[in-house]
């Protein structure tokens, strides 16, 4: 390797020479340096080491040589191949641009017909030229797959199920438990579960000024129970908790304040809840009825009769169903039918019954009293999550059909 090859080199590739043949040259030598370094080498006896470098530079270099070749000839290739394409004219390759201009645009409006994103034009670009839209599909909502079973909190929740019965469940964690029963320490053993239905008619209530109490005994682990007041129309207040073998009770949660409705027929009557009676002689009034003189007994009596006989016509239908009393007698009977619509969700969601809003008590708990006329009522209950993700709809229908006999007069 004479002088001229090695100065046409750059100086990492003679410092790869001196390395392969076992030298390490310093970092600031000059390449002229290593030149003479190189061939310094070359003219001293070649050591077996020396041999086997230089082996190895040749076969590097051959495979170097060969790499450029190859390249060499793949790039000759590719021009011969691009110079042997014919030119396209001018007016074909703008039919061609114009062709694929309407196909982009048809597939534009394909997509747009099943795209639910949103339009955002690029501001620059649209006031030039009318830019194509620019959709972004939007990711489908996702929905808890089912509601849990325990929502780790401690809560009881009553809700009134008729006049003689209460029902509530509740949720008590593994954690408060144990906090208690160490609280008890020993008091702990043989305690029970039990629930402390308070009566707190007429009183605000604070834990120790109930009308009176009495003790439900909880077993089997349960977490909700039906619990038999026997007193209608009264409020109740109920205490999830510990009772120890001494008698003392520990309070776990307290629920929420219930009324439960009256068993029988409402003592409030107004105009909504008039009776029949009443009714008939408010018409009767209007009508001029109570003006007729003695000498008109006959024509009182037709209207008096005619008035009757629309009215218990119309009574069969009506929200009371009743059977119209006769005047000549002193005997009657009323029967009337109400409906009571309850029910729980999660405190803060949107319900509605029949398309109406109803408000929730802060538990989430409410209850409804509806007039019951005859036929089928169809009640369509609707919740919604306070996030407006979910929605469940329950919807009771109740029949109602009402006979009325003829008196039976006994001799």
Known sequence: MDKKKLMRKTKSELVEILEMRGIEPRADVLKEDLVEQILATERKKDSPRQKKAK???AQKVEKRDKRAKAEGKEKKKKEEKKSKKKKVPKEEKKRTREAEAVR????????????????????????????????????????????PHRYGDDRIVAMVRDPYWVFAYWEITPETYERVQQELGDRADGSRTVLRVYDITGVAFTGDNANSHFDVEVVGGADNWYINTGRPNRAFCIDVGLLTPQGTFHTLARSNAVHSPRSGMSEEVDECWMSLEEEFERIYALSGGFQIGKGSLELREMMEKQLRMQLASEAVGSLFSMAVPKKERGFWFVLNTELILYGATEPGARVTVQGRPVILRPDGTFSLRFALPDGTQVIPVTAQSTDGVEERTITPTVTRTTTASEPVMQE
Not at 116 to 132: D, H, L, W
């Open 55 to 57: 082996r190895k530079e």
């Open 104 to 147: 982009t645009e048809q597939q534009r409006v394909e997509e747009t017909k099943y795209s639910t994103g949103f339009f955002r034009p690029e501001t620059a670009a649209y006031e030039q030229k009318a830019a194509a839209p620019v959709f972004e599909r939007a990711e489908p909502p996702s929905f808890p797959t089912a509601l």
